[in-house]
């Protein structure tokens, strides 16, 4: 063996293995290169610089063990799944000697599926560690080396292959490398010309205000005051029309949606076995059906906008194209900003050993599809930020829905057969997918055509989300036909409505537990309840609203929902559920160890992710969210002041 080889398989010896895996792996398919962060100068550097370190390496000089000493050292806990050893990513990555620059290589290996090991050797090497692999199921794992800069991932995929892990039984699948290099900054000017506008107009309306004069309302657009004061309004609406319960509950579920994005989209757990165990007790079933939780947003969404229209039906001022417009205004400015700042600010916002360009590439290559909300008829692994797909959804639903509405308000209550008959008609769409293509949520013994099936053309998109949307339109027609009303129902016939929506939202949550527990469920079973469980949840929910505002039930549920401590979360709530995902994201990137999963530890990282996310959010609405609304009904205004002007002049005329 030569040199080189010997020095391979020193620093190899001194690395552990991470990141275990249950689900067996076809080599011939996984074996492929991500593609790179830091692109290589060329292979001659490359090949140099290796040789470079080796020779110092083989004279201990100081430098060279500096740099083995980042790399991932043997720990323990395999076999309880305590598999993620990323080295020390912050010392590789500021690593400098003379033009040696050191880059965080995270690579997957696997052992063979057939070992060259003679059962009576007693060596420990390279070749026992590959057979303990084997025995114990591990079918592949990760470690955190470093290696020069100069030296590219399929460089570094290939040289390891070659030169080391296949004689010992080893192969390298993949490597995800980066460097602390950062790219020169772009947009930022952008960012710093909202900033601008915000201090000028807060100063502008201080200074009138000072003077004791009135203030120009298009100036105080990008007011902090006048935003500010009000976002954070907490005055009640005593009025007998007011949806106060709506803030209590687009609060609610906005937490329990940022409670899911951690837990579930946190990596890697350093005790998998444990997070496994807990996942198999009826409690986490608040975490697994998280997303439930956006079918309230559809909800309270038509449910608003019904209201809305029939309210300016009556009052003869329907303008259906402002609403859509208005609509857009609302969503697209936090989104384009949050977009910008995740393709040009990536670099700068996390630091960590993990590849982060599974989030950027989607968004430098379909962020137009983002801003025009339709995005989510895109597979999965395309989208500019996942979780924007309720966006596109809402946003097509509030297009159609006036025409709808406009013919309820006009036949009147017969009409709600409509939007009855679209909310079957998506049941239907459901139950054809998941029987013609098995479409199934994801179980113990995930399919994962099936859940691959499920995400592309259910989970997504409009038609099958649809369901909820309708019935509340549904809900907010009969809300507004009885507005001033106090509905009169017997205690009995209340309690037994109470307990059977609490009754629907529970099993709904459970029934989701359950399925994600089971192997072996059929086709069927999986069908019918993707096809109804939102529905069952939205009817549920009606119920719960209906009582608190027309029956005038609930007790403490009905109190604490209409708090009006609510309210400014309840305004933000857009912002937070955009910018909320992405600082999780961004901080689960950033880790450098792996987190250990302890219900009562997690408890702090969920305030701390609220607090946070809650102090972005509130920068969002005063810089994106507020000004535009108010620069658009200043404008609005000013059209409809000239254009009565201009017909009051005609007249007299």
Not at 270 to 284: C, D, L, P
Not at 434 to 455: H, K, M, N, Q, W
Not at 522 to 543: D, K
Request: charged share 15%; hydrophobic share 45%; with cysteine.
């Amino acid at each position: 063996m030569n040199q080189s080889n010997s020095l391979i398989l020193l620093l190899f010896a001194i690395f552990a293995v991470i990141n275990a895996q249950k689900q067996l792996i076809d080599h011939k398919k996984i074996f492929k290169v991500k593609p790179q962060l830091s692109q290589s100068n060329n292979d001659a550097v490359c090949q140099n610089q290796l040789a470079q370190f080796a020779q110092a390496l083989s004279e201990s000089q100081e430098w060279a063990v500096r740099l083995v000493d980042t790399w991932a050292k043997i720990g323990a806990g395999y076999l309880s799944w305590n598999t993620v050893n990323l080295g020390d990513f912050d010392s590789c990555v500021k690593f400098r000697h003379e033009n040696f620059q050191g880059q965080h290589c995270w690579v997957t290996i696997s052992a063979l599926p057939n070992s060259t090991l003679e059962s009576d050797s007693n060596d420990i090497n390279l070749k026992k560690f590959a057979n303990f692999l084997r025995n114990n199921k591990i079918e592949y794992v990760q470690n955190g080396f470093c290696l020069p800069a100069s030296c590219s991932v399929e460089s570094t995929v290939d040289f390891l292959n070659e030169h080391f892990l296949l004689k010992n039984d080893l192969m390298a699948l993949m490597a995800e490398c980066r460097t602390n290099d950062l790219a020169p900054l772009g947009p930022q000017s952008f960012f710093s010309l909202i900033a601008l506008l915000m201090i000028a107009s807060t100063i502008y309306e201080i200074l009138m205000k000072h003077r004791n004069e009135v203030p120009n309302r298009l100036y105080i657009s990008f007011s902090v005051y006048t935003n500010g004061s009000k976002l954070f309004d907490v005055t009640k609406i005593k009025s007998a029309s007011s949806l106060n319960c709506l803030h209590g509950l687009r609060a609610m579920s906005i937490f329990w949606i940022i409670l899911g994005h951690r837990v579930l989209n946190q990596h890697p757990w350093g005790n998998v076995i444990e997070f496994i165990e807990f996942s198999q007790t009826a409690w986490s079933a608040i975490f697994s059906a998280y997303h439930i939780a956006v079918d309230t947003f559809f909800v309270m969404g038509a449910l608003l906008m019904t209201w809305s229209t029939l309210r300016d039906c009556e009052n003869g001022n329907l303008n259906i194209l402002r609403m859509i417009w208005r609509r857009y205004l609302r969503y697209t400015p936090v989104l384009a900003a949050t977009i910008l700042i995740v393709i040009c600010f990536s670099k700068y916002l996390y630091s960590g050993p993990y590849i982060i360009n599974e989030i950027i590439d989607p968004c430098v290559s379909k962020w137009w599809m983002a801003l025009l909300h339709i995005q989510n008829y895109l597979p999965q692994e395309q989208m500019c930020l996942n979780h924007a797909w309720y966006l596109s959804a809402d946003f097509q639903l509030f297009l159609i829905s006036p025409f709808i509405i406009l013919l309820i308000h006009k036949f009147g209550k017969r009409l709600l057969a409509l939007p009855t008959a679209l909310c079957l008609m998506s049941i239907i769409y459901i139950l054809v997918i998941c029987f013609a293509l098995d479409a199934r949520i994801p179980t113990a013994d995930e399919d994962y055509t099936g859940v691959s099936v499920y995400t592309r053309w259910i989970y997504f998109q409009t038609q099958s989300r649809s369901g909820p949307w309708f019935i509340g339109i549904i809900l907010g027609y009969i809300l507004y036909e009885n507005r001033e009303k106090t509905i009169k129902i017997s205690n009995r016939l209340n309690a037994f409505m109470w307990f059977l929506s609490l009754s629907a939202l529970i099993t709904v949550m459970m029934l989701q537990h359950a399925f994600m527990l089971s192997t072996g469920t059929s086709t069927a079973a999986h069908a019918f309840y993707i096809a109804i469980q939102r529905n069952v949840w939205a009817v549920g929910l009606c119920w719960i609203i209906f009582a608190c505002q027309n029956v005038k039930t609930g007790g403490f549920i009905r109190w604490f929902l209409s708090l009006s401590q609510w309210q400014p979360i309840s305004r933000m709530g857009l912002s937070m559920y955009i910018t909320g995902a992405v600082y999780q994201i961004y901080m689960i990137y950033n880790q450098r160890v792996p987190l250990f999963f302890n219900f009562w530890n997690f408890i702090p990282i969920l305030w701390s992710d609220i607090v946070i996310i809650i102090i972005l959010s509130v920068i969002f609405y005063l810089a994106l969210e507020a000004p535009p609304m108010l620069v658009e009904d200043y404008f609005y205004k000013r059209y409809q002041s000239s254009k009565n002007v201009a017909t009051k002049s005609g007249t007299k005329l």
